[in-house]
């Protein structure tokens, strides 16, 4: 059942390849919210609805049930499932920066994990009474149509598989759709077009909300009061659910794609040099993916350039889509690392710069130990073995010992006490999270934000389910008794004992690791990178991850140390290390603008290092031109955007200088330089200060 699930997020996932932002984990950890968020949620409130309901009316618990199965209970899941779009969605960050592909995947994660936690409440403990299919599969014989959990054969060779499904009266059996999949991706596609869109086009987002809801309520409907008409209906939906989210997606990726193409002509400094002498082609990304493949040397066996290109990417997308609907201003910052990391790459674009020496040296942990915290990662693998015991390896026929073994005796007195080890846990868990929530919140880009809240929610829910099977537990149900006593919408929850849930709760662990916030603000990857390091490099650590550290590493001669004099003196050239190059563009430079200021060189000789100046506790930076009004003048180019906060520093120092003087501080920069570093000089030392010129 988990790898039906998952198997149908991976085939959106790989299908969404063009255009989405998200990563591979932000999306399974959606999967993970759909389980402990939504699915802790809709629980929670539909046992108060029909308790308070029927208490109100005084109608029976059975009779409150079915009727609110097609009336109240389709509307409120569906809503339920999206609402941790809707949330991250209120972080102008989160909607500027997803397009409405990453909607789409994340609201199919969200389905899936939800449904998948129907099958598990239902069949995770039947391992022992399934019978093995001949064709594939395992069959539950609990009714005249059983219900049937695909075996691997079927889940690879389905689009979109369903956990578990009804077993076919003729023919050999198949999985079939995934309905909370494929609906709650068209909701998803639904809060995109509320959040990325404007005008009366924000309206089109109720439709696919509309979809999923009335699809649910007749799905629920035919199941309760079995309507001929709504069943041949519901039939007929069924057979073309699947085309559902292909759909979603081909209008997410036809509305991406125009952004990210408008976004690539107008925003500066998002593309590699190879990019832009190839047309913007694909084949430049793939061949500095091949750099770590084809070099001597495995480094671990990991395909780091293919990582770098990945993490890249993602974070260019981002950018894109925050740009088309942000003013450039707000942006900056992202704008800034997108640069950083594109000088970076086409630095390291060379086979010289991939030496496995370097790369070891970057990654290895400072002191050369091991770090206490990496223990840490071992407290939930062990508090979860327990659980992935039980419901892992124990679910299937051959080795249902395991479940006799915890299901019995002793052993729900044994996942009790792993589940209440596991709440400290989560417990600690939360403070951590709460802990790091500003320095998260502060980073650039929303995909951090979000997993952060995503993270918080699977806490949350997990620490509040908890809560109530320990009270469960230690009451008199005991750990073997049920978690609910009476009937309840959820027919899955009719059966949930426990143990079961303590089980589920022990799972959750996984999806917190690491744990604590130790990959949230990016000081675990920034950590690691050995030796000081800019702030560029630092801000690259934490959005590209270990990817960003190894970058730096491949980079460093072409970036960090090409890149030292306030002139560019190194940019005569694509990593061009020779002097003559590198100072006969400096004294061009110079020399045009000494022409436009009336001005004049102060080192005597165009190209070479200018006046001196320091600002104590900041360092020094040169003086290419003093102005014919005595203004110190700043000279560069295009490489100023590959390290903002070094440029910003020098803008700084300048501008002191000029102030002890009583002179104007004013940078001069050639035409094609990245915006992004024209309006960080503007923004220290005025727009009228900041000067574009031609060579």
Not at 166 to 178: I, M, Q, S, W
Request: proline letters at 5%; one cysteine or more.
């Amino acid at each position: 059942m988990v790898t039906a699930a998952v198997w149908g997020v991976l085939q959106l996932f790989a299908l969404s390849l063009l255009t989405r932002s998200v990563r591979l984990s932000t999306v399974l950890l959606a999967v993970v919210v759909g389980v402990y968020g939504c699915g802790v949620v809709t629980a929670l409130l539909q046992l108060a609805y029909t308790r308070l309901y029927s208490d109100w009316s005084g109608q029976p618990l059975p009779q409150v049930v079915s009727t609110t199965g097609y009336t109240v209970a389709p509307w409120l899941e569906e809503l339920v499932k999206v609402s941790p779009l809707l949330l991250a969605g209120l972080s102008l960050k989160v909607r500027r920066q997803w397009g409405l592909t990453d909607f789409v995947l994340l609201g199919g994660a969200l389905g899936a994990g939800f449904g998948l936690l129907e099958g598990v409440l239902r069949f995770g403990l039947d391992s022992d009474r399934a019978i093995p299919h001949a064709a594939g599969g395992w069959v539950v014989p609990d009714s005249i149509f059983p219900p049937y959990v695909p075996g691997p054969e079927q889940v690879f060779g389905a689009w979109l598989p369903a956990p578990f499904g009804e077993a076919a009266v003729v023919g050999p059996p198949v999985a079939g759709t995934f309905s909370h999949l494929v609906w709650t991706a068209a909701a998803g596609l639904g809060v995109g077009l509320l959040f990325r869109c404007r005008g009366w086009v924000r309206l089109l987002a109720v439709v696919p909300v509309a979809l999923a809801v009335v699809h649910h309520t007749v799905n629920n409907y035919v199941a309760e009061e079995r309507g001929e008409a709504a069943g041949q209906w519901l039939d007929e939906l069924d057979a073309k659910a699947w085309a559902v989210p292909l759909v979603c997606l081909l209008v997410a990726l036809v509305v991406d794609l125009h952004v990210l193409r408008r976004g690539k002509r107008t925003v500066p400094g998002v593309l590699l040099s190879a990019e832009r002498a190839d047309g913007d082609s694909v084949a430049a990304l793939l061949r500095y993916s091949s750099w770590s493949l084809t070099r001597r040397g495995s480094w671990r066996r990991i395909p780091w350039s293919v990582l770098i290109v990945l993490r890249y990417v993602g974070l260019r997308r981002a950018l894109l889509y925050a740009s088309a609907v942000e003013r450039p201003e707000q942006t900056e910052r992202l704008r800034g690392a997108v640069a950083d990391a594109t000088a970076r790459m086409d630095a390291s674009d060379r086979g010289g710069a991939w030496r496995p020496e370097e790369i070891r040296a970057r990654l290895r942990p400072a002191g050369g130990g091991v770090s206490w915290r990496r223990w840490l990662f071992l407290v939930p693998c062990v508090l979860a073995l327990p659980a992935l015991l039980l419901l892992g390896v124990g679910s299937f026929t051959s080795t249902a010992g395991l479940q006799n073994f915890f299901t019995t005796g002793n052993g729900p007195q044994i996942l009790m006490g792993f589940g209440v080890a596991a709440l400290v846990w989560i417990a600690w868990q939360l403070f951590c999270l709460l802990r790091t929530a500003r320095a998260v919140t502060a980073q650039p880009v929303a995909e951090r934000l979000a997993v952060h809240r995503f993270r918080l929610v699977t806490a949350l829910g997990a620490a509040t389910a908890g809560t109530l099977l320990l009270y469960r537990g230690l009451g008199e149900a005991g750990p073997e008794g049920k978690a609910i006593t009476t009937f309840h919408l959820l027919d899955a929850l009719d059966a949930f004992l426990v143990y079961l849930g303590f089980a589920l709760l022990l799972l959750s662990l996984l999806a917190l690791f690491p744990p604590g916030g130790l990959a949230l603000a990016g000081a675990g990857a920034a950590a690691t990178a050995g030796g000081a390091i800019t702030a560029g490099a630092a801000l690259d650590a934490a959005l590209l991850g270990t990817a960003g550290v190894v970058l730096m590493a491949v980079s460093a001669d072409g970036v960090e140390g090409g890149n030292s004099g306030s002139g560019d003196k190194g940019e005569g050239k694509k990593n061009s290390t020779d002097p003559a190059v590198s100072d006969a563009v400096g004294a061009a430079r110079e020399q045009k603008v000494a022409e436009l200021t009336n001005g004049r060189i102060p080192s005597g000789a165009p190209g070479k290092p200018g006046l001196k100046v320091t600002k104590p506790g900041a360092g020094t930076s040169d003086v290419d031109v003093i102005g014919g009004d005595g203004s110190y003048i700043a000279v560069g180019g295009p490489a100023k955007a590959r390290n903002l906060a070094k440029f910003g520093e020098k803008c700084h120092i300048l501008k002191y200088a000029a102030e002890q003087q009583g002179v104007r501080a004013q940078v001069y920069l050639e035409k094609g330089t990245p915006e992004a570093a024209l309006n960080l000089a503007r923004r220290i030392l005025g727009d009228g200060n900041v000067h574009t010129f031609v060579r």
